[in-house]
């Protein structure tokens, strides 16, 4: 799925795509993008390591559902999402 990409790119923005991007279906879960490594997993905690920076997403129930190619899909209820850098 390149739509993040491409609105980045759409917007001057095209370093941006480098970072994770994600989209979260609130009490579903969420999808991200530009994933290079998992450094953390608990049911309430998801760290996901990107070129540049990282992602943490805060949760209950939190499960790893697709994790292939970049990639990610987390299963459970998403409470917050953070990047760090």
Same mark, same amino acid.
């Given at each position: 799925?390149? =739509? ?9 923005? +095209?370093? =941006?795509? @480098?970072? #994770?991007?994600?989209? /979260? ?6 999808? !991200?993008?530009? $994933? ?8 309430? +905690?998801? /760290? !996901?390591?990107?070129?540049? &920076?990282? $992602?943490? #997403?805060?949760?209950?129930? @939190?499960? =790893?559902?697709?994790?292939?190619? &970049?990639?990610?899909? /987390? =299963?459970?209820?998403? !409470?917050? /999402?953070?990047? #760090?850098?």
């Amino acid at each position: 799925m390149r =739509l993040f990409s491409e609105i980045a790119k759409a917007l001057g923005g +095209e370093g =941006l795509s @480098l970072r #994770v991007q994600y989209t /979260v279906i609130d009490g579903r879960g969420g999808y !991200f993008q530009n $994933v290079k490594r998992l450094s953390s997993l608990t049911e309430e +905690e998801i /760290v !996901f390591l990107g070129k540049k &920076g990282a $992602v943490r #997403v805060r949760g209950r129930g @939190l499960s =790893l559902g697709k994790y292939y190619a &970049g990639d990610a899909a /987390v =299963l459970g209820d998403i !409470f917050a /999402v953070e990047r #760090v850098e």
